[in-house]
């Protein structure tokens, strides 16, 4: 079993999933905030690789992205950093990112050396569905690394069975159409989570975009396995002289 299926199965509820830009907010910075991150309550660590033209995501993750590739990172880097990660970081930790710099650096090659240093996924939302299963499934397969999908509220309810069956790790729910840290009412977000509740997936749900501070995180829990945050965390490192002080003030503030 994968760790993300270890997780799961010892921790079926409030998983939070906090997403951090590599090489933010200073080139060395990725292992100390992924460190932060262990030490303070995420159960599972979503390493964004910075990309020019990152179609999901809002301002302030475009704005980190931009911020780590003027500090210079890139693939290979990002590789030399994460080495001997396994030696200190235990919990699960999927790449996100856009395929064409991995197309750039050789799917497979990027797989293989993924799986080599000790990760457990990818999350690539500009995969389609199709070019999935006939191109990259047996890639990912063969490096037994998990690939999330992410479904949204205009998702049909054929097309979310289908892309649960292809998910292995987690299910990653879009609380809305929109792009990542948007600011917006919650409630009607409820509506559609209780949609995938009732339906017969096969993997566990988190909840991503929105989800800022206790009260978001809560309403994602009460739906789903747990939750993502992203945008606010990239906020609390902004301006950060101390990692670790600032990632245990916004953890205790989430997980209050």
Same mark, same amino acid.
């Given at each position: 079993?994968?760790? =993300?299926?270890?997780?799961?199965?010892?921790?079926?509820?409030?998983?939070?999933?906090?997403?951090?830009?590599?090489?933010?907010?200073?080139?060395?910075?990725?292992?100390?905030?992924?460190?932060?991150?262990?030490?303070?309550?995420?159960?599972?660590?979503?390493?964004?690789?910075?990309?020019?033209?990152?179609? #999901?995501?809002?301002?302030? =993750?475009?704005?980190?992205?931009?911020?780590?590739?003027?500090?210079?990172?890139?693939?290979?880097?990002?590789?030399?950093?994460?080495?001997?990660?396994?030696?200190? =970081?235990? @919990?699960?930790?999927?790449?996100?990112?856009?395929?064409?710099?991995?197309?750039?650096?050789?799917?497979?090659?990027?797989?293989?050396?993924?799986?080599?240093?000790?990760?457990?996924?990818?999350?690539?939302?500009? =995969?389609?569905?199709?070019?999935?299963?006939?191109?990259?499934?047996?890639?990912?397969?063969?490096?037994?690394?998990?690939?999330?999908?992410?479904?949204?509220?205009?998702?049909?309810?054929?097309?979310?069975?289908?892309?649960?069956?292809?998910?292995?790790?987690?299910?990653?729910?879009?609380?809305?159409?929109?792009?990542?840290?948007?600011?917006?009412?919650?409630?009607?977000?409820?509506?559609?989570?209780?949609?995938?509740?009732?339906?017969?997936?096969?993997?566990?749900?988190?909840?991503?975009?929105?989800?800022?501070?206790?009260?978001?995180?809560?309403?994602? #829990?009460?739906?789903?396995?747990?939750? @993502?945050?992203?945008?606010?965390?990239?906020?609390?490192?902004?301006?950060?002289?101390?990692?670790?002080?600032?990632?245990?003030?916004?953890?205790?503030?989430?997980?209050?």
């Amino acid at each position: 079993m994968s760790r =993300i299926g270890e997780l799961f199965k010892q921790k079926q509820q409030r998983v939070l999933n906090v997403y951090c830009t590599a090489g933010f907010p200073q080139l060395d910075s990725t292992l100390a905030v992924m460190q932060a991150l262990q030490n303070n309550g995420a159960d599972i660590i979503e390493l964004g690789m910075p990309y020019s033209d990152p179609l #999901a995501d809002g301002p302030v =993750i475009q704005a980190s992205s931009t911020k780590a590739l003027q500090n210079g990172m890139t693939i290979s880097k990002l590789f030399e950093q994460l080495e001997d990660f396994r030696k200190q =970081i235990h @919990i699960p930790v999927v790449l996100m990112g856009y395929l064409n710099p991995l197309l750039q650096y050789g799917f497979e090659t990027f797989c293989a050396k993924a799986a080599e240093v000790g990760i457990d996924g990818l999350i690539i939302p500009d =995969i389609p569905m199709y070019e999935f299963e006939t191109a990259y499934k047996q890639v990912l397969d063969k490096h037994s690394l998990d690939f999330i999908f992410l479904v949204t509220p205009e998702t049909t309810e054929e097309r979310i069975l289908k892309l649960d069956q292809l998910t292995s790790g987690f299910l990653y729910a879009v609380s809305s159409s929109s792009i990542t840290g948007s600011d917006k009412d919650f409630s009607p977000v409820e509506t559609y989570l209780q949609k995938l509740k009732n339906l017969p997936l096969k993997n566990p749900v988190l909840v991503g975009f929105g989800i800022k501070d206790q009260a978001t995180f809560n309403s994602a #829990a009460k739906y789903a396995n747990g939750a @993502i945050i992203g945008s606010a965390y990239i906020k609390a490192l902004e301006n950060s002289d101390n990692i670790e002080d600032d990632t245990r003030t916004f953890l205790q503030m989430v997980l209050a």
